[in-house]
């Protein structure tokens, strides 16, 4: 009878003193020492392992298998040379293998090393964390841990070379932002408004959609927020496709620049609304800290009110009693009173009212376009300026949702179209006169 060997029982220990192969204890090793970096460090060990591995794979599907003659191949291997990715916003040198066409004429791409080097993940990181008040300086220092392997040979982290990437990437921001086309675009508002870097002045205008969806329109920069700047930014809208002629509501300060502007591009028909945030503060601004909140809960209940005729009226009676003892006051009141109304004569109320009523969606635009300037410690020209400006409206965009109640804006288009039509034909010339102007 013949007998069975028995199969030995190993021990954890035995088997933890078990030799392994030396290509196995090495790679094992690496993974250990990267472990001990961190669970990145120990991810980006094992991703370059990979990346090897994946573009060895490619080289060998399009030669062949080494050591199998093959006289049919198109391509032959042609040895490694030095190369770099991109991890963790740095550029991480690999070894890549070279490929050569059979007849030697040509050198064919490996696309898996074309697609791990592409720079744009750099570009991205650069951006991201120069426009979240990273300096250069400390560019290198708030990059992932990818161990110190890794780290050692990297690359594309100096001062100078994040300098240039950002500077190449927010001129291309410029670029898209003031090359927008906009023939397609269907606003229903219009904001804007002024952002001043030092001694230079930067108009910005935010559109809305009949969707309720933001865009950033574009900028223009001068040394004021006067009416020449706005007309400027204004006619290079309409230059990009915008059509003068659509039912637009304008929200602006007050600004006397901006109210000039708009009537010489888009029509002395143009609607315009007055801040309301705006306008409040510039009358109150000019009485004593004792009148200051009755007059503003007075203001205040008057824009609340559903009849614009009613409100007129209480405003008005408002700023006759300021005559008598804040004339400054009263004068303020009435300047432009009659647009602070503009979205109560057109029927619209609710939420959309509410966001239409000052320009707080440009203003906190604006507002995050500051937040990216702000370890901007100086200004070397108007080139650095308005990229550093567009690439704060596109940061905004990222960030942007639809206006609150947004749903009315189709109300509100309506009554914009029925407003210019009823102006139109107010203004149509009589058979008389229409008959005198052909003679």
Known sequence: MKNVPVGKVVTGTEASESPLPPRIQEALGELVGAAREGLLALSVGIGLSVVHELME???????????????????????????????GGRRVAVRRPRVRSADDRQELPIDSYAYFADRDPLTRAVMDRMLAGVSTRKFERVGEPVGTGVDHGASATAKSTVSE???????????????????????AVMMIDGLHLTDRTHVVALGITTDGVKIPLGLWE???????????????????????????????????????????????GALVHRCHRHKERNVIDLLPDRDRERIRGRIRAAWALGDHHLAKQRLELLASELDQTWPDAAGSLREGLAETLTLMRLGIDGPLAKTL????????????????????????????RKRWTAAGLLVAEQQFRKVIGYKDLAKLVAAIEAEHARARHTNAPTPEVAELATV
């Open 57 to 87: 794979l490619e080289v060998e599907q399009v030669v062949g298998p080494k050591g199998r003659h093959d006289p049919g191949r198109v391509a032959v291997r042609h040895g490694h040379e030095d190369g770099s990715m991109t991890l």
């Open 165 to 187: 990437v950002f500077i190449a990437k927010t001129r291309t921001a410029l670029a898209e932002l003031m090359a927008r086309q906009l023939a397609d675009v269907r606003l």
């Open 222 to 268: 001068g040394s004021t927020e006067n009416a020449t700047l706005v007309k400027t930014l204004l006619a290079d809208l309409v230059d990009r496709g915008l059509d003068p002629e659509q039912g637009i509501l304008f929200v602006i300060d007050g600004g006397k620049a901006l109210r000039k502007a708009i009537d010489e591009v888009f029509g002395t």
């Open 357 to 384: 009523s000052s320009t707080n969606p440009c203003e906190s635009m604006i507002e995050i376009v500051r937040r990216t300037q702000r370890n901007v410690k100086r200004w070397q020209d108007g080139d650095m």
